[in-house]
């Protein structure tokens, strides 16, 4: 019954090192979201993509890129990690018309 | 720009009821959701309702929703430890790709 997974539940980087946080869902969904969460602040978007190829930034773009080459898989890169990308990372998906968004089980990274 | 709003913090009793209140902005909202946070873990979804609707019920869960004043309600009923965890509400309006998300509320149950 696993419709949004993540590739690491949890993920140890050093500062300057590049990271690729993977997304795949297996609803056919079109539209896919990355979001970052931290205490006090709650969710803030980072990318989305409605459609393979397709991207846009969200309200928080800076030091990430995202890669959307197959409609299933989303990827969050990050080109050289920083103390304050430390955060739990989640992922979602939903159909273009709306509806039911899902969301993945969560990236907890560290960058040290 | 859109903004929706919950209470931080709510405590009830094993046994009792629970209601999580939102308030949202946006008129031109289309689908309104509720998910479930546990620490550590991501957002599970756990119902969502379309504008044109004004009640939805699921097991223990009863939404309602007051599109003239643009609130919306969670209901748990038998609200159990399990339930302990925060409770997002979020909005997405006709036309555009991005809901937006209260900041949740965290529900406390104590025996």
């Known amino acids: 019954d696993v419709k949004v997974t993540q590739s690491s539940r949890y993920l140890v980087k050093r500062t300057g090192e590049k990271v690729f946080l993977e997304c795949v869902q297996d609803m056919d969904h079109e539209n896919m979201f990355w979001y970052r969460q931290d205490p006090g602040l709650g969710l803030r978007l980072i990318y989305f993509?409605?459609?393979?190829?397709?991207?846009e930034k969200g309200d928080i773009p800076e030091g990430y890129s995202v890669s959307r080459e197959k409609k299933e898989r989303f990827s969050l890169i990050l080109e050289s990690a920083s103390t304050n990308q430390t955060s739990m990372y989640l992922c979602?998906?939903?159909?273009?018309?709306?509806?039911?968004?899902?969301f993945g089980p969560g990236t907890r990274l560290t960058v040290t | 720009g859109e903004d929706v709003e919950q209470s931080l913090f709510l405590s009830v009793r094993e046994g009792d009821s629970s209601v999580i209140n939102c308030t949202y902005t946006?008129?031109?909202?289309?689908?309104l959701y509720w998910y479930k946070q546990e620490p550590g873990a991501g957002l599970q979804l756990l119902t969502y309702i379309f504008s044109n609707m004004d009640m939805k019920q699921d097991q223990r869960l009863t939404v309602l929703l007051n599109k003239k004043d643009k609130h919306l309600s969670l209901r748990i009923a038998d609200t159990q430890t399990g339930d302990s965890a925060i409770y997002f509400c979020?909005?997405?309006?006709?036309?555009?790709?991005?809901?937006?998300f209260g900041r949740g509320t965290s529900l406390i149950v104590h025996p």
């Open positions: 993509s409605y459609d393979v190829k397709m991207k």
């Open positions: 979602a998906s939903r159909p273009s018309g709306g509806g039911e968004q899902y």
């Open positions: 979020a909005d997405l309006s006709g036309g555009s790709y991005i809901p937006t």
């Open positions: 946006d008129s031109s909202s289309t689908y």
